[in-house]
């Protein structure tokens, strides 16, 4: 089976995206995992999809599916992609549209200077929300992994995160923790790790070990989750710069508020593929 895809990335976080309304294609777990192969399939982060809204009052819908071949709720930077491929593919010339998620709706808007601006919609600090199973609504949260003791803050950005702040991102355990805490029994539909330096009262670096992708390049939610723990935890004021290994992204919140998150959208190549049925 041939389908038409276009490789995008925001800020190195790379996508494979389909438009599954001029072609009829959904992929299964398994042709999903063949995509996001750097190998064998065209290589990325996450899948994206798009779909056509279910309600008149939206303009689309957006489908992620991890490397892993898993959906998952959000993608920060694919969605700053995807205001900029619908319009790239003539599919809207609106510079504003709603997007349908699997949990509400987020508005996207491409800038003049080609940036874009997305609306996550606010954050959910309540652990049923995310999920993440505590007796305690705390801001900070104890948590044991790899038989030590760290302080996290968990919320949702529409999907689900844990952020410690660490000393230094260069040096901090990623690779070791990442995993551990993605699958932590605490967690029932795992997370998203965030490693957070603080520079400044508004900037921070940012590593985030991504569920079901590993570590990526720079994460868009996770960027949001790690901006608004710093400001609600008064360690950081709005905007906020946010610099992960493939660049910067800038992020704002007041409490109470949505989340608007700042940042740029690449296309690389548009081509074909034959999958496996």
Known sequence: MKIRFTKMHGLGNDFVVLDTIRQNFVPSEAQAKFLADRHFGVGCDQILLVEKAHSTDNDFRYRIFNADGGEVEQCGNGARCFVRYVREQGLTTKTEIRVEISTGIIVLRQESNGMVTVDMGPPRFAPADVPFLTDSDALVQPLVV??????????????????????????????????????????????????????????????????????????????????????????????????????????????????????PAVTVFSSEIEIPD
């Open 146 to 263: 790899g038989g030590q003791e760290i302080d996290i803050t968990v919320l949702s950005m529409g999907n689900p995160h844990a952020v410690q702040i660490v000393a230094n991102v260069d040096t901090a355990a990623v690779e070791k923790l990442g995993p551990l805490i993605e699958n932590d029994h605490r967690f029932p539909r795992r997370v998203n790790a965030g490693f957070m330096q603080i520079v400044s009262r508004q900037q921070i670096r940012l590593r985030v070990h991504e569920r079901g992708a590993g570590e990526t390049i720079a994460c868009g939610t996770g960027a949001c989750a790690a901006a608004v723990t710093g400001i609600a935890r008064g360690l950081l004021d709005s905007p906020v710069e946010v610099i992960t290994r493939g660049g910067a992204m800038q992020i704002a919140w007041s409490a109470g508020q949505s989340v608007m998150m700042t940042g």
